[in-house]
Protein backbone atom coordinates (compact mmCIF):
# COMPACT_ATOMS: atom_id res chain seq x y z
CA UNK A 1 0.00 0.00 0.00
CA UNK A 2 1.06 3.64 -0.75
CA UNK A 3 2.16 5.57 1.91
CA UNK A 4 1.50 9.31 2.38
CA UNK A 5 4.14 11.68 3.66
CA UNK A 6 4.04 12.70 7.04
CA UNK A 7 3.49 16.21 6.51
CA UNK A 8 0.62 15.82 3.70
CA UNK A 9 -1.05 13.32 6.27
CA UNK A 10 -0.70 15.92 8.97
CA UNK A 11 -2.47 18.63 6.90
CA UNK A 12 -5.19 15.81 6.10
CA UNK A 13 -5.71 14.87 10.17
CA UNK A 14 -5.96 18.71 10.89
CA UNK A 15 -8.29 19.65 7.87
CA UNK A 16 -10.58 16.36 9.17
CA UNK A 17 -10.41 17.71 12.72
CA UNK A 18 -11.29 20.88 11.63
CA UNK A 19 -14.19 19.74 10.17
CA UNK A 20 -15.23 16.99 12.39
CA UNK A 21 -14.34 13.82 10.48
CA UNK A 22 -12.39 11.02 10.28
CA UNK A 23 -9.34 11.13 7.94
CA UNK A 24 -10.13 8.66 5.99
CA UNK A 25 -13.86 9.93 5.57
CA UNK A 26 -12.52 13.26 4.62
CA UNK A 27 -10.18 11.65 2.47
CA UNK A 28 -12.62 9.34 0.90
CA UNK A 29 -14.59 12.58 0.06
CA UNK A 30 -12.01 14.73 -1.63
CA UNK A 31 -11.05 11.79 -3.89
CA UNK A 32 -14.90 11.11 -4.99
CA UNK A 33 -15.23 15.09 -5.35
CA UNK A 34 -11.94 14.91 -7.56
CA UNK A 35 -13.22 12.00 -9.50
CA UNK A 36 -16.54 13.74 -10.27
CA UNK A 37 -14.87 16.71 -11.36
CA UNK A 38 -12.96 15.04 -13.68
CA UNK A 39 -15.07 13.00 -15.03
CA UNK A 40 -18.24 15.42 -15.30
CA UNK A 41 -19.31 15.88 -18.76
CA UNK A 42 -18.13 19.76 -19.92
CA UNK A 43 -21.05 20.11 -22.46
CA UNK A 44 -22.12 18.19 -25.80
CA UNK A 45 -19.08 17.95 -28.04
CA UNK A 46 -19.81 16.33 -31.49
CA UNK A 47 -16.57 15.18 -33.79
CA UNK A 48 -16.48 14.02 -37.90
CA UNK A 49 -15.23 10.96 -37.95
CA UNK A 50 -12.45 12.69 -39.44
CA UNK A 51 -11.60 14.56 -36.54
CA UNK A 52 -12.05 11.60 -34.44
CA UNK A 53 -9.54 9.67 -36.44
CA UNK A 54 -6.85 12.67 -36.51
CA UNK A 55 -7.33 12.79 -32.91
CA UNK A 56 -6.22 9.41 -32.23
CA UNK A 57 -3.40 10.07 -34.81
CA UNK A 58 -3.92 8.73 -38.13
CA UNK A 59 -3.16 10.57 -40.99
CA UNK A 60 -5.30 10.92 -44.22
CA UNK A 61 -4.40 8.32 -46.18
CA UNK A 62 -5.71 5.77 -43.04
CA UNK A 63 -8.61 7.83 -42.73
CA UNK A 64 -9.22 7.80 -46.59
CA UNK A 65 -8.80 4.07 -46.37
CA UNK A 66 -11.12 3.31 -43.43
CA UNK A 67 -13.96 5.27 -45.04
CA UNK A 68 -13.92 3.04 -48.07
CA UNK A 69 -14.36 0.18 -46.34
CA UNK A 70 -18.16 -1.43 -46.46
CA UNK A 71 -20.15 -1.41 -43.85
CA UNK A 72 -21.97 -4.57 -43.27
CA UNK A 73 -25.26 -4.11 -41.17
CA UNK A 74 -26.28 -6.85 -38.86
CA UNK A 75 -29.37 -7.95 -39.61
CA UNK A 76 -32.45 -5.34 -38.90
CA UNK A 77 -30.26 -3.04 -38.79
CA UNK A 78 -30.58 0.27 -40.53
CA UNK A 79 -28.36 3.47 -41.34
CA UNK A 80 -29.11 6.59 -39.36
CA UNK A 81 -29.24 9.33 -41.03
CA UNK A 82 -27.93 12.47 -39.41
CA UNK A 83 -30.15 15.57 -39.18
CA UNK A 84 -28.67 18.24 -41.81
Known sequence: ?????????????????ATGQKPETLLDA???????DHFK?????????????RHLGMDEEDIAWVQAQPVDLEPGEEYEVADS
Do not use: F, N
Request: negative net charge.
Open 41 to 53: PTGHISYSDEEWM
Open 30 to 36: LVTQAEQ
Open 1 to 17: MAQIPDDVYTRLVRLAQ
